[in-house]
């Protein structure tokens, strides 16, 4: 972010700006003809996107939370990008819906705001020919138009059975913004270095790095100690981490919660 007063550049994660103490204002990133902006971060940050005229912007759906009065909507199936078993295999490997929303500013520039249901973070990443990434489907909110989600790609599926982890692999030239359940942790590694993430953590990263999945300390740790599949990532490239993992806070509400369902109704399996 950029102090409105001083100009400084200030963390992401400071409220106020530590050379002049003014509050930070979120840093609007221009990249061709679109403007963006991360609001409200690192909880519940918010996605602000300035389109030109006749510019556009593609995103989950049911992800928009605002917009200009110009903007046309167009809700389709995501097809025209990844064919009709590449939709269906988001749908139903990624837990993602089957259709996504084109925002166009018509007659003048316009806006949009975006978010997502996990409380969290959002960070965009630049994508270029020779510099993709890896991302969760679920981390998916919106991306420019001229890039595109290979759903066809296998490379990180393998031995993810049973943990509902469905990666999508970026191409062509642009941004995409992904969101996070928490804060987005980011690591550079160099060559040769190494990362090991649980799985339900990893959010996306660099299609440059090495990986292997594997269970966490193998069967006997897996079934005993409750823990699932980790990934070692393997530089150079970046990798995002997020903070919290959506599987143990549901099981975490679900400890409280399950007494009460329990008691107000017939447990299941029994008639």
């Known amino acids: 972010m950029i102090c409105t007063h001083c100009g400084k550049e200030v963390s992401s994660e ?14 609007v990133v221009e990249r061709g003809s679109v403007k963006f902006e991360i609001k409200y971060s690192p909880s519940y940050a918010l996605l602000e996107v300035q389109l030109p005229a006749n510019g556009h912007i593609i995103a989950e759906a049911g992800a928009l939370t605002y917009m200009s009065s110009n903007i046309q909507v167009e809700t389709r199936t995501r097809m025209r990008e990844t064919g009709i078993w590449g939709a269906i295999k988001v749908s139903l490997l990624g837990g993602e819906t089957l259709f996504i929303t084109d925002y166009s500013a018509q007659g003048g520039p316009g806006k949009a705001g975006f978010v997502s249901a996990p409380l969290g973070d959002i960070t965009s990443l630049e994508v270029t020919p020779s510099k993709g990434y890896i991302i969760q489907s679920s ?13 066809e790609w296998q490379g990180f599926t393998k031995g993810l059975f049973g943990q509902n982890l469905f990666m999508l692999k970026t191409m062509g030239e642009g941004d995409i913004f992904i969101n ?51 990934t070692e990532v393997t530089g150079p490239g970046e990798v995002y981490v997020q903070t919290k993992n959506v599987k143990e806070f549901v099981d975490w509400i679900w400890r409280y919660i399950a007494p009460k369902v329990r008691s107000r109704g017939v447990p299941f399996g029994r008639r």
Do not use: W
């Not at 400071?14 to 204002?25: E, K």
């Not at 359940?181 to 550079?188: L, P, R, S, V, W």
């Not at 339900?200 to 409750?226: N, P, Q, W």
């Open 14 to 27: 400071s409220n106020y700006c530590p050379y002049c103490g003014a509050p930070a204002a979120p840093l």
């Open 139 to 151: 981390a998916y909110i919106a991306s420019t138009a001229d890039v595109k989600l290979d759903t």
């Open 180 to 230: 996070t359940f928490g804060a987005i942790d980011k690591h550079e590694l160099g060559a040769g270095e190494s990362l090991i993430v649980d799985n339900y953590h990893l959010a996306a990263l660099s299609d440059t790095c090495r990986y292997e999945v594997r269970m966490f300390g193998g069967l006997k740790s897996t079934i005993l100690g409750g823990e699932g599949f980790v």
